[in-house]
């Protein structure tokens, strides 16, 4: 997943949101870096259809350490698709 490398990668930090979308439009992650070595990453999964006005949304936000937790999660992704 080179958008989550490419993320830890820059742990200095970037303006704005960095997000990633599943090609079906039903899973979202924005990842947001605050400048003081944390990521925000907000999960978004959307139901049952995403073109549908009426699709249900939930999310969950997450904050990482922007260098090791990062680092880890980027590892744990490359496991869990390979």
């Known amino acids: ?7 830890a990668e820059s742990y200095e930090g970037w303006d ?6 599943s090609l079906e439009h039903d899973l ?3 990842a947001t870096h605050d400048r003081r070595g944390h990521v925000n990453l907000r999960f978004v999964i959307r139901g049952p259809r995403d073109y549908d006005p009426s699709a ?9 350490d922007a260098s090791e937790d990062m ?3 980027v590892a744990e992704l490359g496991d869990l698709i390979s």
Do not use: F, K, Y
């Open 1 to 7: 997943m080179s958008w989550a490398a490419d993320l």
């Open 16 to 21: 704005g949101v960095r997000g990633w979308e």
């Open 28 to 30: 979202r992650i924005d």
């Open 56 to 64: 249900w949304e939930a999310s969950v936000m997450v904050t990482l």
């Open 71 to 73: 680092r880890s999660l």
